[in-house]
């Protein structure tokens, strides 16, 4: 005599398993019955007590599973009406006053940034005047904050120190605003290189004129912390101070950009570079800077290869900076943009790796 299929199923039972503890065994239509109660879930893990034979119910299968192969139908009872399940479930589910509270809401940081930043450009539509530059900064400023949240969760350390990161941030945009308006990083003779003929021209001028000078620039502030911090900083807490001098850079330059460049693009194209300018570029600029940051920790961790150290913190991110211009049109620029984040990853995950080399 054949056992049919349905009848040796029948006569299997199941453990089930929740939160990694085992209950059961149970028959498929107790099973059924506890779903139809709401103390299972049909999502529950089923695991077969003793399987006769390798199937797939060897594998990882839930309570549902194990009733649809039983053809067992089962629905969970309602407990009771709507207004029955609201006064057994409580109002402490959707409102108690021990939880809002203003004494205990000013204590929860998530839930204020949260606010923050979703909130702040209604607020901003309200108060700030319709002055085209201020627009333009105030949107700048405001994915620059989520920018520097959003990396001061990946690299902060307990050297990080909040003013300080403030400092740096604006440090750069008043020494942009000097160096640019002042026509200083005109005196770089490389600039003329920058869109005056062929290939090598244009990445001399874009790796030497506009690479060199702009990674100078934001990586003063980072060799002034640096060289005169009370203690010696770490490689991450300078990549991190990197990256926060970059953001301060990509706000300057992304509203110079607004005031000029932009201006002259029609509608969808100036839509698209306000985005690309106000989030995509100043993370590139936050990139490179944070390799400054990198190499500066070290060319003051290690003075007896300062030089060399130094170098490679202006030479590495300016050469990528100077090839991405350089092929910005071209989709070629992309991977010179992903080796700047692949670099710094790496530095970062290995800088004790790299200690340990130096003291070698």
């Known amino acids: 005599m054949v056992t049919s299929p349905l009848f040796?199923?029948?006569?299997?039972t199941y453990y089930v398993d929740r939160?990694?503890?085992?209950?059961?065994?149970?028959?498929?239509q107790q099973l059924a019955e506890m779903v139809k109660t709401g103390k299972l879930l049909k999502q529950d893990r089923a695991i077969?007590?003793?399987?006769?034979?390798?199937?797939?119910?060897?594998?990882?299968?839930?309570?549902?599973?194990v009733l649809n192969l039983h053809n067992i139908k089962v629905a969970v009872d309602n407990e009771g009406s709507l207004l029955e399940q609201a006064k057994q479930v409580g109002s402490r589910i959707w409102f108690s006053k021990d939880i809002y509270k203003w004494s205990e809401i000013k204590k929860d940081s998530r839930l204020m940034l949260l606010g923050i930043i979703g909130l702040a450009p209604l607020v901003a539509m309200h108060i700030l005047p319709d002055i085209d530059i201020v627009t333009f900064y105030a949107i700048a400023l405001y994915f620059s904050c989520i920018w520097g949240v959003f990396f001061y969760h990946m690299f902060k350390t307990k050297q990080v120190d909040l003013k300080l990161t403030a400092w740096l941030f604006f440090a750069v945009q008043v020494l942009m605003f000097f160096v640019w308006n002042m026509g200083l990083n005109r005196l770089n003779l490389f600039y003329a290189f920058v869109?005056?003929?062929?290939?090598?021209?244009?990445s001399l001028g874009y790796i030497l004129g506009v690479g060199v000078t702009e990674e100078l620039v934001k990586a003063i502030p980072l060799i002034v912390i640096a060289t005169r911090a009370k203690k010696p900083l770490i490689p991450q807490t300078m990549v991190f101070y990197g990256v926060m001098c970059g953001i301060g850079f990509g706000?300057?330059?992304?509203?110079?950009?607004q005031m000029?460049?932009?201006?002259?693009?029609d509608y969808n194209s100036s839509f698209f570079m306000n985005i690309a300018r106000l989030t995509s570029l100043p993370f590139f600029h936050s990139m490179c800077s944070g390799l400054a940051g990198y190499f500066i920790s070290f060319a003051v961790l290690k003075p007896r290869y300062r030089q060399f150290l130094y170098f490679l913190a202006i030479a590495m991110p300016a050469v990528l900076h100077g090839l991405y211009d350089t092929f910005a049109d071209s989709i070629l620029s992309l991977f010179f943009g992903f080796s700047v984040v692949l670099l710094l990853n790496y530095y970062v995950n290995n800088d004790k790796a790299v200690q340990q080399a130096l003291n070698e």
Do not use: C, H
């Open 260 to 265: 000029e460049v932009n201006r002259q693009l």
């Open 8 to 12: 040796f199923y029948n006569m299997k």
């Open 251 to 257: 706000v300057y330059e992304g509203v110079e950009y």
């Open 19 to 28: 939160n990694s503890k085992m209950y059961g065994p149970y028959e498929p």
């Open 195 to 202: 869109d005056n003929g062929g290939l090598i021209s244009n």
């Open 48 to 65: 077969e007590e003793q399987p006769a034979v390798s199937t797939f119910m060897d594998k990882k299968i839930s309570v549902g599973d």
